[in-house]
């Protein structure tokens, strides 16, 4: 194989997006991880590519909305050149409201969502009805937004590095730098510029609901994958002794998604995961110029929406790497 243009360090969704942008781009492109593709916490289960609140509009928020419109056709072009499924589908979102308080706001977020999505999904309060995939309502009343998809995490994961590979790159356990050079190490290249890790647990449930919306309820996420399971996540624990355990904490998870959902009840639990969210100080994503690796670049700090931002993280650490156009929010600077 050539020498490569690039290097990139980390085979989770981040480095393998930048990977891929990169070959998409021409160059060839090398990627190195010493335990391999997925096993950090892009290896998970979940799946939500959700946005975030309508409103107080800022850089994140700008960027991951132009990420969830590029993912249709990016999962597409993954799949098509890696031959796998990546599970993604833009089924929408439905979100039970508590309380007349709730309703207000979500009404308010509908005019909110109008004008800031340009028309290219859609917000909107609507009546829940009783049956089927549909959840309980103390309102009778549900958000339902066209803008969120689903995919299957670890599976995605590894077609991005089947579709590196079809593009001519490489993935290596272990090699030297070759080109410009690409960190992307998760939780422990955050820990080395300062910031942190945040566990999460999640469980995988047989549960036939392909093709239904996704749901969140009581800060969960409820995603029915089309392969005939629901995954359910997730814990969030800033103090943690063993990364990669799952303990009474996802327990509580599953009960409350059972009360949140009581179709659920009874369905079978297929796996339990636990991984470590890479989380910056600011918690906004930390892409550019490495802070303390001079010369070399880093894309780190999806915390809880990696997957959602992969798309548009790769394409901007591209042009800036190849090209040197930098077009990176700049909240986003280590
Ligand atoms: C329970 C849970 C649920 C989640 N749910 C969602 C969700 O619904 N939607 C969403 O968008 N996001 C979700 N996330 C977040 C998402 O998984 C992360 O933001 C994303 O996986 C981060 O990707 P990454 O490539 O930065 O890190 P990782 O996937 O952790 O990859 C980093 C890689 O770097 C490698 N590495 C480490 N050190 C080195 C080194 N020195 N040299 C080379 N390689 C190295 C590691 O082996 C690892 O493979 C969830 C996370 C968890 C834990």
Redesign the pocket.
């Known amino acids: 194989m050539a020498t490569a243009d690039v290097t990139v360090?980390?085979?989770?969704?981040?480095?393998?997006?930048v990977a891929y942008a990169c070959a998409r781009k021409g160059a060839v492109v090398r990627v190195?991880?010493?335990?391999?593709?997925?096993?950090?916490?892009?290896?998970?289960?979940?799946?939500?590519?959700?946005p975030h609140v309508p409103e107080n509009w800022n850089d994140k928020k700008a960027f991951q909305f132009e990420s969830l419109i590029m993912a249709e056709a990016f999962w597409r072009d993954v799949a098509d050149l890696s031959g796998v499924d990546v599970g993604y589908a833009r089924s929408g979102r439905l979100q039970p409201l508590a309380d007349a308080r709730a309703v207000d706001l979500a009404r308010a977020r509908a005019q909110t969502a109008n004008a800031l999505w340009q028309g290219k999904a859609q917000w909107e309060v609507i009546a829940s009805g009783q049956a089927g995939w549909m959840p309980p309502s103390p309102t009778g009343l549900v958000v339902h937004d066209t803008l969120s998809a689903?995919?299957h995490?670890r599976r995605a994961?590894r077609a991005l590095a089947d579709a590196v590979i079809a593009l001519g790159g490489e993935i290596l356990a272990d090699g030297d730098h070759q080109g410009k050079v690409v960190?992307?190490?998760?939780?422990?290249?955050?820990q080395e510029i300062g910031g942190n890790g945040?566990?999460?647990?999640?469980a995988l449930l047989r549960f036939d609901a392909a093709g239904q919306p996704q749901l969140f309820a009581d800060s969960l996420?409820i995603?029915p994958h089309g392969d005939g399971t629901v995954?359910i996540?997730?814990?969030s624990e800033r103090e943690f002794d063993d990364p990669f355990s799952t303990d009474a904490a996802l327990d509580d998870v599953l009960e409350r998604a059972m009360l949140a959902f009581p179709i659920l009840h009874g369905a079978e639990v297929l796996e339990r995961?636990?991984?470590?969210?890479?989380r910056s100080k600011s918690r906004a994503p930390v892409l550019g110029a490495h802070p303390t690796r001079a010369g070399d670049y880093i894309?780190?700090?999806?915390?809880?929406?990696?997957?959602?931002?992969?798309p548009k993280v790769g394409a901007v650490m591209a042009n800036l790497v190849l090209d040197g156009d930098d077009q990176i929010p700049e909240g986003f600077r280590a």
Not at 183 to 190: F, S
Not at 198 to 202: L, P, S, W, Y
């Open positions: 360090m980390g085979a989770g969704v981040f480095g393998l997006s190195i991880d010493p335990h391999g593709v997925a096993s950090g916490s892009s290896g998970g289960l979940v799946g939500a590519l959700a689903l995919i995490p994961t960190w992307a190490t998760g939780w422990p290249g955050m945040v566990k999460g647990q999640a996420h995603i995954a996540g997730s814990t995961w636990a991984g470590v969210r890479p894309a780190n700090g999806g915390f809880k929406i990696g997957f959602g931002i992969a």
